[in-house]
Antibody, heavy 121, light 107 residues
Framework: QVHLVQSGPEVKKPGASVKVSCKAS????????IHWVRQAPGQRPEWMGWINLGSGNTKYSDNFQARLTLTRDTSAGTAYMDLSGLRSEDTGIYFCAKEVASMRWDWFDPWGPGTLVTVSA | DVQMTQSPTSLSASVGDRVTITCRASQSISNFVNWYQQKPGKAPNLLIY???NPRDGVPSRFRGAGSGTDFTLTINSLQPEDLATYYC?????????FGQGTKIEIK
């Protein structure tokens, strides 16, 4: 059973970058895909992108393509989300989640606890 | 992109009530829908995958149904611990769009 632990809250100024980590434990780190999801205050979750921890392959949402970089460190069992050019609208909770896939279907389970990122001058 | 529209956006019900949430996709998506429960201050948790399959450990009062464009999540006999916001999600296809959520309050 995989358990995801995320880094702590961040406060950033507009224009800065933020890097959030997601450490997986309890399973072979190379065997799955991690998704990143943002949830602004009072809003629905918004998918940002995914990274395959074995191959390092990534896919980004068009909404974040220009500013988002997903990486992983297999030796540390950790995935990273780096978002640049921060603006106030990027304030929210950032979740990592493990993809579970079966044939053509997939779902996110489990999720990390989330990391609050606040962007404020 | 496929849009996912939930209704209602909020509801208030009593313990023991049967509650149904609807999620409508802007085009046919077969059964590529998941449902999540998000309790206040917590991460979402998977309830139902592939439209009607409950995650292991999910109470049997939670039932998913539907295919094509119309999907439902039904909670039979609402319990106090079901206070949460529920989201549908398009699965197996980026951008994995979520519905706007249905917040359930207990009367």
């Amino acid at each position: 059973q995989v358990h995801l632990v995320q880094s702590g809250p961040e406060v950033k100024k507009p224009g800065a970058s933020v890097k959030v980590s997601c450490k997986a434990s309890g399973d072979s780190f190379t065997d799955f895909t991690i998704h990143w999801v943002r949830q602004a205050p009072g809003q629905r979750p918004e998918w940002m992108g995914w990274i395959n921890l074995g191959s390092g392959n990534t896919k980004y949402s068009d909404n974040f393509q220009a500013r988002l970089t997903l990486t992983r460190d297999t030796s540390a069992g950790t995935a990273y989300m780096d978002l640049s050019g921060l603006r106030s609208e990027d304030t929210g909770i950032y979740f990592c989640a493990k993809e579970v896939a079966s044939m053509r279907w997939d779902w996110f389970d489990p999720w990390g606890p989330g990391t609050l990122v606040t962007v404020s001058a | 992109d496929v849009q996912m529209t939930q209704s209602p956006t909020s509801l208030s019900a009593s313990v023991g009530d049967r509650v149904t949430i609807t999620c409508r996709a802007s085009q046919s998506i077969s059964n590529f829908v998941n449902w999540y429960q998000q309790k206040p201050g917590k991460a979402p948790n998977l309830l139902i995958y592939a439209a009607l399959n409950p995650r292991d450990g999910v109470p049997s009062r939670f039932r998913g149904a539907g295919s094509g464009t119309d999907f439902t999540l039904t909670i039979n006999s609402l319990q106090p611990e079901d206070l949460a916001t529920y989201y549908c999600q398009l699965s197996a296809s980026a951008p994995y769009t979520f519905g706007q959520g249905t917040k359930i309050e207990i009367k």
